[in-house]
Nanobody
């Protein structure tokens, strides 16, 4: 089993910055991709950003230029720096890890952390 624990959510005003972090623990052979997803009320969960173990990244168009994802493989952590936040960024942010085990890939999710951006 793999556990993901997020930290750093909160309430900010539009234009401000916030960072969230996630640490993975448990029985892990290898973490392929780590990422952040978000889900706003009445919306489907969507990819915000992802980072592969080699460092390549992928961002949703809505956050490009504002958010930065990074990871520390030794610490098994992934971070999301969110700048120039907008009210539409308000959502529960979920950490995700794709883990290789016995030659198969598994997706694990954190419990989510609330990010609220006021106008």
């Amino acid at each position: 089993q793999v556990q993901l624990v997020e930290s750093g959510g909160g309430l900010v005003q539009a234009g401000e910055s916030l960072s969230v972090s996630c640490v993975a623990s448990g029985s892990i052979f290898a973490i392929d991709v780590m990422g952040w997803y978000r889900q706003a009320p009445g919306k489907q969960r969507e990819l915000v950003a992802a980072i592969a173990n080699g460092g390549s990244t992928n961002y949703a168009d809505s956050v490009k230029g504002r958010f930065t994802i990074s990871r520390d493989n030794a610490k098994k952590m992934v971070y999301l720096q969110m700048n120039s936040l907008k009210p539409e960024d308000t959502a529960v942010y979920y950490c995700n890890a794709r883990v290789s085990r016995a030659g198969l890939l598994y997706n694990y999710w954190g419990q989510g952390t609330q990010v609220t951006v006021s106008s």
